[in-house]
């Protein structure tokens, strides 16, 4: 059997793209990384395969902890994550969702070609920018109180097409239709809910942006068929997640955690895998709050795309319904959400942490929304400022191999403090337009630098990996044309 060692943990080959760090010690089960040599020497490079190897000590772990191709350190539970906890005698943990809850991103097509972009990039980067608010701090499109935080953590994306900043088929092409009913406001605290009122409709900074793009590549024409994609076609994506209410809410969490189950603590390898009790009152309040959370960022990206929609509409003087602009899909990351899956030939529930991952069901799942049942679950995988993103499905293997998920992106290679060492955001900015015509208007040249394309993995191995174990399956690939950062 082909072994890997790095820093003293040892992984054995299963199959192609699959190793297995074995159960030992204290662990409760084994950890698995998806990945080609080339992704696990990068993987090995920090601490995510020990993190990884600690998340198998938390109760209730069914299977394998797994780490997906994308996968790289995080705050306790690597980022490229999924472990599924048993939601009766396991536990749920806010380090194993993350700070930003849902973060996700969204894919808005358009009827729109390269040809008619063309010659109006920095016009459009320009707009777009002036328009959808960015960077660190408050400032967001709705100007809201308390009495509409209160609606939008009650009730997601229905609350933004009541008040007129969507149409019903958006709700009709999100997870989950843009609401966690599990959502509990009373279950946010005051402070976060003040962090939050003021960037309703924001993007924030770090590797949040707002990308146009076109088309370069289908791969599955009947499923792009059914996603309506086509080659030269532009496209919209935005990523962005919770905002300062999603880190408020869980950093309380974790603290209260902390405190009031120290003797689960105690067992764990790593303070941050802080954790509740399934059933425990905490483990209910946090699970109420993050889905509060989860219906929040879907807003924040609704109102986005609502901006995105005006902003096009002025450059391109057509309505957007004239240019068809119509939401593709939305997914979440950094979640954990009760599922019930096969586990040893018996269903069970599970609370699946996605930290970092994304949901991956295939065809014919019920959760599926209709109008893609029929082929899957549509996956978007940004990469960086300088490569490709893509459009996947959910796999057929995805429900056996990984809880139904898969990667969310391409993954950090360096840390932004290392990044703002070795890049220059303005000459990142300009290299990116005069050597692939890309444009690219941020808050801070530090941003840039933050997010320069050499910062990250190789998104194209990511994906073949996605697809070659058919978890997520190829669909089409797009490339940038213009981009805004925080």
């Known amino acids: ?238 990523h962005c997640g919770s905002r300062g209410l999603g880190h408020q809410t869980c950093n309380d969490y974790l603290r209260e955690i902390e405190k009031t189950h120290s003797g689960l603590l105690d067992q764990l390898p790593d303070k941050e895998l802080a954790s509740a009790p399934a059933g425990s009152q905490l483990a209910e309040e946090y699970y109420g709050a993050m889905c509060a959370a989860i219906n929040f960022a879907w807003v924040n990206r609704q109102l986005i795309m609502h901006r995105t929609r005006r902003v096009f509409e002025k450059v391109f003087d057509r309505t957007w319904e004239q240019m068809e602009m119509q939401l593709l899909y939305d997914v979440a990351h950094n979640i954990a959400k009760k599922e019930t899956h096969e586990v040893d030939g018996e269903e069970k529930s599970l609370y699946v942490h996605r930290k970092g991952a994304t949901r991956a069901f295939p065809a014919g799942h019920p959760e599926v929304p209709a109008a893609y049942r029929d082929v899957g679950q549509p996956i978007i995988i940004p990469g960086s400022m300088g490569a490709g993103s893509y459009v996947l499905r959910g796999g057929d293997q995805s429900m056996a191999e990984t809880f139904g998920s898969t990667a969310h992106g391409a993954g950090r290679l360096m840390s932004r403090t290392q990044a703002k060492n070795e890049f220059w955001g303005g000459d990142v900015q300009d290299d990116l337009e005069e050597q692939q015509q890309i444009y690219v208007k941020a808050q801070s040249g530090a941003t840039v630098a933050e997010e320069a394309p050499g910062v990250y993995k190789d998104v194209d191995e990511v994906v073949r990996v996605s697809d070659a174990l058919g978890i997520g399956d190829k669909v089409a690939r797009t490339f940038p044309v213009c981009n805004i950062k925080g």
Not at 9 to 36: C, F, N
Not at 216 to 237: C, G, N, P, S, W
């Open 1 to 238: 059997m082909t072994t890997y060692d790095a820093d003293g943990i040892t992984l054995h080959k299963l199959r192609d793209y699959v190793w297995e760090i074995p159960q030992e010690g204290e662990m409760r089960a084994p950890a698995r990384v998806l990945a080609s040599e080339q992704l696990l020497d990068e993987i090995s490079e920090d601490k995510t395969l020990q993190q990884l190897k600690n998340a198998t000590h938390l109760p209730g772990i069914s299977k394998y902890a797994i780490c997906m191709p994308d996968g790289h350190q995080g705050y306790g539970f690597p980022v490229g994550g999924v472990g599924a906890l048993d939601a009766e005698d396991g536990c749920i943990s806010p380090g194993a969702v993350g700070y930003d809850i849902n973060c996700g991103v969204r894919m808005m097509t358009t009827n729109l070609t390269y040809d008619d972009v063309q010659g109006k990039e920095e016009e459009l980067v320009d707009a777009l920018f002036a328009n959808v608010p960015s960077g660190l701090g408050g400032g967001g499109i709705v100007e809201s109180g308390i009495d509409t935080v209160e609606a939008v953590l009650e009730r997601g994306v229905e609350w933004a097409v009541e008040e007129g900043y969507g149409v019903e088929d958006d709700l009709r092409a999100c997870e989950d239709e843009g609401r966690r009913p599990d959502a509990d406001p009373s279950a946010i605290s005051q402070k976060a809910k003040d962090r939050g009122k003021n960037q309703l409709g924001s993007l924030g900074s770090g590797n949040h942006f707002l990308e146009v793009q076109r088309v370069t590549d289908v791969f599955r024409q009947d499923v792009a068929d059914e996603f309506d994609l086509e080659e030269d076609q532009i496209v919209v994506l935005i």
